[in-house]
């Protein structure tokens, strides 16, 4: 498996600000992912980060509202900008390549809006 | 109907119970199966993969049916600390590195 830190782990803030969260992996990873998860939810992916180029979103997430960045193969951040208090869930990156023979999760961001 | 379901429980079992939780897919294709483990606030965790030709890891065994298009995890002697919620995910591309979750089945178990 891969150790993954996510920062913050948790975070209180005003509607209308943003927020970046940083994923770092102790190993370099071919694939690292972004997903949310709302109370009693299960995972909803936002997109998948790649190295070099812009990001791959899903069907309901647009870039605008959710810039990502994946400088090398062992960090990326998401920001989550403008926020209204629907945004607060939890926010989990994921890693997976060689090696790895699935998925494997940081230990989320939990956020909250006000 | 939705790429990968589950029932989502609450499962309520006394301790020492077996129980059983299946998840169907849809895309014939896929060929990688996982249950996960999510305990309350916590990220989940993978508990094991899920071969063509089934596998069990002490008191876990998970199966898979092409034909019906669903996976199963069975677990034996249920234990207070089994309690959590468990998710299955089934690959969503050819090159096995997407997931697609299902929206997990919440185990309880009583003393």
């Known amino acids: 498996s891969a150790v993954i830190s996510q920062k913050p782990s948790r975070d209180i803030c005003q509607r209308g600000t943003s927020l970046t969260i940083q994923c770092q992996v102790d190993?370099?990873?071919?694939?690292m992912f972004w997903y949310r998860q709302q109370p009693g939810q299960s995972l909803t992916l936002i997109a998948t980060?790649?190295?070099?180029?812009?990001?791959?979103?899903e069907s309901g997430f647009v870039i605008d509202k959710f810039p990502i960045s994946r400088p090398n193969l062992t960090f990326s951040t998401l920001t989550v900008s403008n926020m209204s208090p629907e945004d607060s869930s939890i926010y989990l990156c994921?890693?997976?390549?060689?090696?790895?023979?699935?998925?494997?999760f940081g230990p989320g961001t939990r956020l909250t809006v006000l | 109907r939705k790429e990968v379901e589950q029932d989502p429980g609450p499962f309520n079992v006394p301790e020492g119970a077996t129980v059983a939780f299946n998840c169907t897919y849809s895309?014939?294709?896929?060929?990688?199966f996982f249950w996960y483990r999510q305990d309350c606030r916590k990220e989940p965790k993978l508990l094991m993969s899920v071969y063509s030709s089934g596998n069990e890891d002490g008191r876990f065994t998970a199966q898979l049916n092409r034909a019906s298009q669903y996976i199963s995890l069975l677990i034996r002697d249920s234990k207070l600390s089994d309690s959590a919620t468990y998710l299955c995910a089934v690959n969503s591309d050819n090159a096995g590195n997407m997931l697609t979750f299902g929206g997990g089945t919440r185990l309880m178990v009583k003393p």
């Open positions: 190993s370099q990873v071919t694939m």
């Open positions: 994921s890693v997976t390549g060689v090696g790895l023979d699935t998925q494997y």
């Open positions: 980060a790649n190295q070099g180029s812009e990001a791959t979103y």
């Open positions: 895309n014939s294709a896929s060929q990688s």
